[in-house]
């Protein structure tokens, strides 16, 4: 396998990876003056409960400091008012339920729960569903019935499943069976209970083609197995992110990946809906999902490199928000032109 010999030790790559780069700067939108606030991207997450404030706010802020224009979190109620003092650059909504929010005997119908996140549905571009969970069993059944009706917005909405939400979707894998809007990001653990979930009972030698294998059977969703390589597929072409990352495993680092993953799946639908001129032939819907999971998992990698140069063993999950949008400038970049058919700039 070639590598780039010109750069760095530390961003030396394949010529795969380099080709995949390319691909991900076509999903990054021009900056024109004929965009208005909300067109670049609108992510939001679900998550975040008593004990779990941090996960969601990683998630929401990777993805504003990556470029998504509006950045939302559903939480419970316990935990909004410390999201909230985070950051005043999140929009924070307590309409995440538990057992404990409930404040009545009668529990509603999993409908009656998701109706006030259903309500935001038309205004989002992307759901990450998953970080600060937790397994709470009205939170578990309020968040099926947002991922079923999700699958059912005009246009369908793409989600990013992780932590507890992966949880939920190897209890049920016919949740999101199917679904090629969709992007999972188990790590080597989850994703062996997943597989076994779907009757992978005996894992092949190699975890390429495992993950492909795993894709295939849950029909063109996106799996990105993390661990000291990515192994990413859709089911129809698989890919390996191997950017070097940090060695710190502090907890939290898979939200930036999330994050990144929600506002990359945010411009890859504007890419799709023709927002700009991206002066050539279009990617398709399955390669620009294969594309924006590459990019996501290259700048977390990107960010715990960094962060791990700088803070070593004393490395914490904020550390990889400070670094996202230089590690995006490093691997990625702004395109180098706009072009708008309205008003050309450059």
């Known amino acids: 396998m070639s590598t780039d010999t010109n750069l760095p030790p530390h961003l030396a790559m394949s010529a795969a990876s380099r080709a995949m780069l390319a691909k991900c700067r076509k999903l990054v939108p021009p900056m024109l003056e004929k965009f208005h606030k909300g067109q670049l991207g609108r992510v939001a997450v679900i998550g975040g409960s008593a004990d779990y404030t941090g996960a969601p706010y990683f998630s929401a802020m990777a993805s504003a400091r990556l470029g998504c224009d509006l950045s939302y979190v559903f939480c419970e109620p316990s935990a909004a008012p410390t999201i909230k003092s985070y950051s005043p650059n999140l929009m924070v909504s307590p309409i995440l339920r538990s057992k404990a929010s409930l404040g009545s005997d009668k529990e509603p119908s999993a409908e009656e729960l998701a109706k006030p996140i259903l309500d935001m549905l038309p205004r989002l571009h992307v759901l990450v569903i998953g970080p600060g969970l937790g397994r709470d069993e009205v939170t578990q059944r309020q968040v099926k019935a947002v991922i079923q009706a999700a699958q059912k917005q005009d246009p369908p909405i793409p989600m990013v499943l992780d932590a507890d939400a992966l949880w939920l979707v190897q209890t049920d894998p016919d949740l999101i069976k199917g679904y090629?809007?969709?992007?999972?990001?188990?790590?080597?653990?989850?994703?062996?209970?997943?597989?076994?979930?779907?009757?992978?009972?005996?894992?092949d030698a190699d975890p390429s083609a495992n993950c492909q294998k795993l894709a295939n059977i849950l029909g063109g969703v996106c799996i990105i197995q993390k661990g000291p390589l990515d192994y990413i597929s859709q089911g129809k072409d698989t890919t390996v992110s191997d950017f070097k990352g940090g060695l710190k495993r502090a907890g939290g680092q898979g939200d930036t990946l999330t994050g990144s993953l929600g506002t990359f799946l945010g411009w890859r639908q504007v890419y799709h809906e023709g927002l700009w001129d991206v002066g050539e032939e279009p990617m398709s819907r399955p390669e620009t999902l294969l594309v924006a999971a590459f990019a996501g998992s290259a700048i977390t990698r990107e960010c715990s490199r960094r962060a791990f140069a700088k803070k070593a063993r004393a490395l914490q999950a904020s550390d990889l928000t400070d670094e996202v949008h230089d590690s995006f400038l490093t691997l990625i970049g702004e395109p180098e032109y706009s072009v708008d058919k309205s008003n050309s700039h450059i």
């Not at 969709?182 to 994703?191: A, K, R, Y």
């Open 180 to 203: 090629p809007e969709c992007i999972l990001t188990p790590n080597v653990v989850e994703f062996g209970r997943l597989a076994k979930s779907c009757g992978m009972d005996n894992l």
